[in-house]
């Protein structure tokens, strides 16, 4: 049942990143055609809710990087076993772990600090803007940790 959860949550995630980068297009576009045409009037804003989307799209990217298991990705080790690529896999994901709580820790902090204040330009609320820093460090939590049962399965000789 959490498996089933943990998987929705990703795909959810998926999407979400789907469209922001598919919304980031409008924005961005905006600025462009105003900068080099007198069709459109220069608007402040785009800057402004492309910074949002681009930080939100930037965290959810890494949060399904964590997923999958390409995020902290670094290829040094020679081809290993099973088991001894489980263990090296635990040990890396304890360093993952660290930073997850890192992120919400500190992030929630970030997110306190900006619950009552408004962007400069826009008038958005600034929380939007900080609230994906202890958002990824609680994503990196529970795929971190799925991924390390995983691995201690493998460890313990039983199927991932």
Known sequence: MLRKLIHWYGKLLTGMLVFSVAILIIPVSLQIFSRYTSLIPSYIWTEEMARFLFIWMIMIGAMLGVREGSHFEVDLWPRMGARATALLNLVTGVFVLVFAIVFLWWGIEFTRF??????????????????????????????????????????MGRPA
């Open 114 to 155: 900006a619950w009552n204040r408004i962007s400069e330009l826009a008038e958005l609320p600034l929380w939007l803007i900080h609230l994906p820093w202890p958002l990824t460090g609680l994503t990196w939590l529970i795929f971190g940790g799925e991924r390390m049962v995983d691995n201690a399965r493998v460890l």
